[in-house]
C-alpha cells in the first residue's frame, strides 16, 4: 500500500535543461508534501516543501507544482546543473501525525 | 558541525547478535525520528519520540527498541539481529509541533550488514 509514488526510477536530462520530477499520491489527507534530494552514502537532504493549499512554490532554480484534483505534484530544476545529480525523495505528510511518508525516489543524472 | 549524526556508520554482524545505533541532534528539536532505508530503497518509519516520549511505533518487531536518554539522543537498539534487518536506518529530527514541524533533518545513515 504505497501511498506515495515516483513512477520514474531513473531521469537523464541534459546540462541546462529543465528537469521535471514527478510524484503521485494516494491519501487526500496529506496537507503539506517536501522534496529531499540524496546523494550516495549521505542522508537525504530538504530541497524544498509545498502546503497543499497552495499550487506552487519556488525557491531558486527549483520550484514544485501541486495539482490536489489529480493528487499530483512535480518537482522543476532549471537549468539543471551537474550538482543536480542525485536520488529525488517526494514525501507527504499529514498534519501533526509527525510522520513522512516517502515514495520511493528518482535517481536523476544531469549529463555534461 | 553536524546537525544530525549517527554512529557506526557501518555495522557488519552475525545472525543472532544484538547491536545498537546511536543518533544525536544538536539542533534543539523536540522531536526524533527512525527511519529504515531497504533493499528497494523504501524509506520508511519506525519510530518517532517527541521529548523523550514515545508517539509513533510502525508495527516495528519488538526486537527493536529505541531508547531516548533526553531529547537530543535517541538511541535503536536491536536484539536477536535477523538477515532481513540489512538495510539503512537514518535518524531524523524535527521542530517543535508549533512551528516547521513537517520539515526533518536527517542524519547520514547507518549502513547494517547482517550475516
Known amino acids: 500500500d504505497q501511498q506515495v509514488k515516483q513512477n520514474s526510477p531513473s531521469l537523464s536530462v541534459q546540462e541546462g535543461r529543465i528537469s521535471i520530477l514527478n510524484c503521485d499520491y494516494t491519501n487526500s489527507m496529506f496537507d503539506y508534501f517536501l522534496w529531499y534530494k540524496k546523494y550516495p552514502a549521505e542522508g537525504p537532504t530538504f530541497l524544498i516543501s509545498i502546503s497543499s493549499i497552495k499550487d506552487k512554490n519556488e525557491d531558486g532554480r527549483f520550484t514544485v507544482f501541486l495539482n490536489k484534483s489529480a493528487k499530483h505534484l512535480s518537482l522543476h530544476i532549471v537549468p539543471s546543473q551537474p550538482g543536480d545529480s542525485a536520488v529525488y525523495f517526494c514525501a507527504g505528510v499529514i498534519q501533526g501525525a509527525q510522520k513522512l511518508v516517502f515514495g520511493q525516489g528518482t535517481r536523476l543524472t544531469i549529463n555534461p | 558541525d553536524t546537525a544530525v549524526s549517527q554512529t557506526p556508520k557501518y555495522l557488519v554482524t552475525q545472525m543472532g547478535n544484538d547491536k545498537s545505533i546511536k543518533c544525536e541532534q544538536n539542533l534543539g528539536h523536540d522531536t526524533m525520528y527512525w527511519y529504515k532505508q531497504d533493499s528497494k530503497k523504501f524509506l520508511k518509519i519506525m519510530f518517532s519520540?517527541?521529548?523523550?516520549?514515545?508517539?509513533i511505533n510502525e508495527t516495528v518487531p519488538n526486537r527493536f527498541s529505541p531508547k531516548s536518554p533526553d531529547k537530543a539522543h535517541l538511541n535503536l537498539h536491536i536484539n536477536s539481529l535477523e538477515l532481513g534487518d540489512s538495510a539503512v536506518y537514518f535518524c531524523a529530527s524535527s521542530l517543535p509541533l508549533a512551528d516547521d514541524q513537517e520539515t526533518q533533518y536527517f542524519g547520514p545513515g547507518t549502513r547494517l550488514l547482517v550475516l
Open positions: 519520540y517527541n521529548n523523550k516520549e514515545l508517539i
